[in-house]
């Protein structure tokens, strides 16, 4: 997974990055101390934390829960190298907010802060930031598309728990604001276009 420069604030990923990124992945038994380590402990896809990371991490006061929007649907219309984008548009716009995000797994992440105050402030910048990436992505049938637009649902609690029970009421509170789409569909805010990308060889046979 390619990322591009956070200063034009988009992000891409290609298949082919995609692919080669897997394939480019050490075996095991071929790993030293620390590469163990950084495996174990890393969302492979994002580079980030994952959900072993968390649960083995020193628990601050305030606790967030955070699903992201439209994933499920980007899978389901231009496969897993559009929900790939997603993430890592996500991630960035996260880190860019001074947030320490780790990947739960699917479409959830979690972070934690010192305050209620630090949390929403960050998490505010976050979504911001985000709504304003466009990242891209290359379907199968050579169609290059952008996406803009994309947001999340993040629940604040003192602890984990209360934080996933606050996430279900702000998903509840967005969809009915219509800021938030049903799982399966895109948000109303998030716009996407696709430019015809074929290769040279296949233009040739298509004319």
Known sequence: MA???????????????????????????????DERAWALLTDWQTGIGNRRAWDEREPLPVQVALDVDNLKAM?????????????????RAL??????PYRIGGDEFACQFNDQDEAFRCLQRANSILRQFSFSWLDT??????GRGAG???GVGLTARDAERSLLWVKKVRERLGLRARRGRLSPLFKVAGVQTWPSWLRRIVG
């Open 3 to 33: 990322v591009k420069s956070l200063k034009q604030k988009h992000v891409e990923v290609g298949v082919r990055e995609r692919r080669d990124n897997w394939d480019l992945r050490k075996r095991v038994d071929q790993m030293g101390p």
């Open 75 to 91: 899978n389901d219309r231009w496969g897993h190298d559009a929900g790939d984008a997603l993430l890592a548009a996500v991630c």
């Open 95 to 100: 880190e860019q907010a001074g947030v320490v």
């Open 141 to 146: 049938f050579g169609t290059r598309w952008t």
């Open 152 to 154: 999340f649902s993040a």
